[in-house]
């Protein structure tokens, strides 16, 4: 079975430009949800998706977004990039409502910033 | 309230030994607190998980001790080995939700 794939593993952007990451869960799973990865800031809570809704979000700026489509993929969107957004940007999947679920993480994406 | 605190931030080892590692949390609405392990480069892999109606839980080497009264749980990782050494996060999570509460990390490093 495979797991949760996340791309690009790696990309470089430039100040104010805006980047798209992509997640595809394990199948079967139709909770998507994002954290993001800092040393300074460790690992926080994005956002996260259950059959295409918004059912939860963190504390970050309006300029991250993200959607969940229909087949349960998943993709998150950062604006106007600032150099405080170079980060490791996970994925993680799980079957659904909370509770006992268990979460699986992808590789993530390791966005540059520059 | 939201907050869940590990500790130590590093820990050496020697191989064989027991690491242990510690976390604390407040709000009593967490009701799943699984262990991540993080090696660098990679995304973290679950490593063992527990409810709150479990006092302890064992998976081969590694156990998670839960203390609900203290609002603690800790992880015990038992013959240590180099292949250990990677960053371990605690978590918490309540609810119907997936958001997950992370620790700070402990960086462990087993010594050969």
């Known amino acids: 079975k495979a797991g949760v794939t996340q791309t690009p593993r790696y990309l470089i952007k430039t100040r104010g430009q805006q980047v798209t990451l992509s997640c595809s869960p394990i199948?079967?799973?139709?909770?998507v949800s994002w954290y993001q990865q800092t040393p300074g800031q460790g690992l926080q809570f994005l956002f996260e998706?259950?059959?295409?809704?918004?059912?939860n979000k963190g504390n970050f700026p309006g300029r991250f977004s993200g959607r969940q489509f229909s087949n349960s993929r998943s993709e998150m969107n950062v604006s106007t990039l600032e150099l405080g957004d170079s980060a490791l940007y996970l994925c993680?999947?799980?079957?659904?409502?909370?509770?006992?679920?268990?979460?699986?993480f992808g590789e993530g994406s390791w966005l540059t910033v520059v | 309230q939201q907050q869940v605190k590990q500790s130590p931030q590093s820990l050496i080892v020697q191989k064989g030994g027991i690491s242990i590692i510690n976390c604390a949390y407040e709000?009593?609405?967490?009701?799943?607190f699984p262990w991540y392990q993080q090696f660098p480069g990679k995304g973290p892999a679950l490593l063992i998980a527990?409810?709150?109606?479990?006092s302890e839980k064992k998976e081969g080497r590694f156990t998670i001790s839960f203390n609900k009264s203290a609002k603690q749980f800790s992880l015990h990782i038992m013959d240590s080995q180099p292949g250990d050494s990677a960053t371990y996060f605690c978590?918490?999570?309540?609810?119907?939700?997936?958001?997950?509460?992370f620790g700070t990390g402990t960086l462990l490093a087993v010594q050969p």
């Open positions: 978590a918490a999570r309540g609810g119907a939700t997936n958001k997950l509460i």
């Open positions: 199948s079967g799973h139709r909770s």
């Open positions: 709000n009593t609405a967490f009701d799943y």
């Open positions: 993680a999947s799980s079957l659904g409502g909370g509770f006992g679920n268990t979460i699986y």
């Open positions: 998706y259950f059959s295409e809704t918004q059912r």
């Open positions: 527990i409810r709150p109606d479990v």
